[in-house]
């Protein structure tokens, strides 16, 4: 996709990996507009902008989690031909001892964000036929989990299997989709329990130690730079690729996921029967990814 001159709606665009984003595709030649809910980062975003000679992005207060208030920044946006799915809270503690009030939070930010951008976008993107592009920002931890991060697991998990079937979905109206999962980024989303909402604050988890969740910050310092994060979020994007991997550190998790995976499956034969419906499906998926648009019918 050439995206010189589209217009991208990125979430949570004014700081961190939103703003990398923001920043490559302005290098692009892209129109911004940013959703933010802090002023200040709202402040050094525009001042970013400005001090390298690009246009002034276009600037909406907007929670993810608010359906009303999407569909309304959907509405007044005007033409929009890339959507980046980015807003997320990053937050830890065993998933054990979570409560509903930390399901809610987390899964409605990371999962329902996602969500509420592609019901409130989509319709709009499919509406001036001129195609587009998808970008649903994940994590590794949509592929690896671990003890402390159960829920956030969880919530980028739901977004990877989401953004692999869509991509499918929107072919046929020539939308690309791909999944965005960075590794340790130089962010401050390490921060994110000290920001939790009032209307959430039944956790299961122990009271945020800012001692502790500062010491925790300082791996973020070892991150890879937004912006470049941003860069390589821009390439997936001009090249159509379902997924981007920002960065190189994780083959020996791969290799050992791969690994497992295929020492789980039964060694036996499977049955004729069962063997034609997963032709069926592996044949539907192909014509779904060249895009025809796919029905319950070919699948059986």
């Known amino acids: 996709m050439d995206v010189r001159g589209k217009t991208a ?6 700081s961190g ?24 980062y709202r402040a050094a975003a525009e001042t970013w902008f400005a001090g390298r000679g690009f246009a002034t992005p276009r600037f909406v207060k907007l929670d993810v989690t608010d359906r009303a ?17 980015n807003a997320g809270v990053s937050v830890f503690g065993p998933a ?44 590794m931890a949509a592929f690896l989990p671990g003890p402390q991060a159960g829920l956030y697991t969880a919530s980028k998990f739901a977004v990877r299997g989401l953004t692999e079937s869509l991509r499918y979905n929107l072919a046929p109206h020539h939308i690309g989709v791909t999944l965005m999962c960075p590794g340790l980024t130089r ?25 502790a969740l500062a010491q925790f910050g300082t791996a973020f310092d070892l ?3 937004p912006i470049e994060v941003g860069r390589k979020t821009l390439a997936g994007v001009v090249a159509n690729r379902g997924l981007v991997l920002t960065h190189p550190e994780f083959a020996e998790d791969f290799e050992a996921i791969y690994r497992d995976s295929l020492a789980a ?19 539907a998926n192909r014509a779904a990814a060249e895009g025809r648009i796919v029905e319950l019918g070919d699948l059986t």
């Open 17 to 40: 990996i939103g703003l990398g984003i923001a920043q490559a595709f302005a290098e692009a030649g892209c129109e911004l507009i940013l959703s933010y809910r802090n002023k200040d």
């Open 187 to 211: 962010t401050n989303a390490w921060d994110s329990a000290l920001k939790r909402p009032a209307a959430f604050a039944e956790s299961g988890f122990a009271p945020p130690d800012r001692e």
């Open 223 to 225: 991150g890879m730079e």
């Open 96 to 139: 054990d001892e979570a409560r509903h009030d930390d399901y809610d939070w987390i899964m409605g930010v990371n999962f329902g964000g996602v969500v509420n951008g592609l019901v409130s976008f989509l319709p709009h993107i499919k509406a001036h036929g001129e195609g587009g592009h998808i970008v649903n920002v994940a994590s």
């Open 265 to 283: 499956l039964p060694d036996e034969a499977a049955p004729e029967g069962r063997l034609h419906i997963e032709r069926l499906r592996r044949a």
């Open 9 to 14: 709606f990125i979430t949570g665009g004014v």
């Open 69 to 85: 208030e999407f569909a309304a920044a959907a509405a007044a946006a005007g033409k929009v031909h890339i959507l980046v799915n």
